[in-house]
């Protein structure tokens, strides 16, 4: 997030799905630093959760992320890794994300970086292996990895909750010309992420790879955004 005096927020959202802590902090110059954000909110390890090192290198990798924000003066809120569901959390996951996690806890208790807890929404209280609650994850069926849009919601009000206070509670609908500091007001202030794709685009193949095309968000693109 970059706010720029007065009631402009831009946003650039700059994630790519499927990729791993490493090649996050690969692509830090161009999905952080050339912004020069004031803010970054990320959720980094979710894709190192079957690694067999302990998660040793994710770790490392995001460590070395959140020192690269310090270095800029970025704020860095990071959220916790979440689990999978039923019989997908395997020891070995379960093994990780109770790493990962406890690492992030640390970085934020040390004044490193700030923390939301994505995971407490997530973990079913009751499951002797921490998976997922069951109808949080909309490919249960299959990896059970990736929040529904239910809780996508539930993970967007523990980061309000967390953070309440910190911010300026604006209207981010522009009224007028003014308001919208002269942004389209049809693009909501988004700025495009080339490296996600939608219905319809081209996908990309990471970090290392090619771009994906045509992909949109507006207003009313919603829940066909992928």
Known sequence: LNYIKGNLRLVNMGGVGGQTAQQILAR???TVAQFAPNEVWAIIGQNNLTDSDGAAAA????????????????????????PRHGANQTAT??????SINEAIREMAAAGLCKVFDSHAVMVDPASATGAALTGSTYDEGT???????KFCQRIAREFARTFAGEFEQINIRPSSTTDSRQV?????????????????????????????????ISRRQGSNIT
């Open 59 to 82: 770790i490392a990798a995001i460590q070395q992320y959140v020192q690269r924000c310090i270095g800029l003066g970025i704020t860095l809120r990071l959220g916790t890794v979440t």
């Open 143 to 149: 990896i059970g990895l990736h929040p529904n849009a």
């Open 184 to 216: 389209i007001a049809s693009s909501k202030q988004l700025v495009l992420n080339p490296k996600m794709a939608g219905a319809g685009a081209a996908a990309g193949t990471g970090a290392s790879g090619t771009e994906p095309t045509s992909w949109p």
């Open 93 to 98: 996951i379960q093994a990780n994300v109770i």
């Open 28 to 30: 830090f110059d161009s």
